[in-house]
């Protein structure tokens, strides 16, 4: 999901910028941006030629999780209503189809990222709680362990 998660997140800023640069030609960008949706995400996910052995189990449960919410996805018509919303209604960058997605763009808005982390990744059946990194000392660019 590594991936596909990188190229959504360049979607978004490649589609801040072009609302941007083409603004001057009366032209606005906006992005849909739904949950889980009854598709083939997840067996058309994109994948890591080369994977990483430590990361085996982690990475099984995530793709286990996220087959699961595809099979339980509500269908894409909410996500068809959404983009004609979006093309038809006022401007607004972002659009998110009534349900989950819409629940947690409010929480990434409106909560600390701690909470918010934690329930995804409890969502995804991943560690809440990992072994702290070595606390570091930040001196103008620099990083230098405490000791």
């Given at each position: 999901?590594?991936?596909?998660?990188?190229?959504?997140?360049?979607?978004?800023?490649?589609?801040?910028?072009?609302?941007?640069?083409?603004?001057?030609?009366?032209?606005?960008?906006?992005?849909?941006?739904?949950?889980?949706?009854?598709?083939?995400?997840?067996?058309?996910?994109?994948?890591?030629?080369?994977?990483?052995?430590?990361?085996?189990?982690?990475?099984?449960?995530?793709?286990?999780?996220?087959?699961?919410?595809?099979?339980?996805?509500?269908?894409?018509?909410?996500?068809?209503?959404?983009?004609?919303?979006?093309?038809?209604?006022?401007?607004?960058?972002?659009?998110?189809?009534?349900?989950?997605a819409s629940l947690l763009s409010k929480l990434r808005r409106f909560m600390p990222a701690g909470p918010v982390d934690q329930s995804l990744r409890k969502s995804f059946g991943l560690k809440?709680?990992?072994?702290?990194?070595?606390?570091?000392?930040?001196?103008?660019?620099?990083?230098?362990?405490?000791?």
């Amino acid at each position: 999901m590594g991936l596909y998660s990188a190229t959504k997140h360049a979607v978004e800023g490649m589609s801040e910028t072009l609302d941007h640069e083409v603004r001057q030609f009366g032209i606005r960008v906006s992005l849909v941006e739904p949950a889980f949706t009854k598709t083939r995400l997840d067996t058309n996910s994109p994948q890591a030629s080369n994977q990483i052995a430590a990361y085996d189990s982690e990475r099984n449960l995530v793709t286990s999780i996220v087959a699961k919410n595809v099979v339980d996805a509500p269908e894409p018509d909410g996500v068809a209503d959404t983009i004609v919303s979006a093309a038809l209604g006022c401007w607004r960058m972002r659009h998110t189809p009534k349900g989950q997605a819409s629940l947690l763009s409010k929480l990434r808005r409106f909560m600390p990222a701690g909470p918010v982390d934690q329930s995804l990744r409890k969502s995804f059946g991943l560690k809440t709680h990992t072994q702290p990194a070595k606390k570091m000392r930040c001196h103008g660019d620099a990083r230098t362990p405490d000791q």
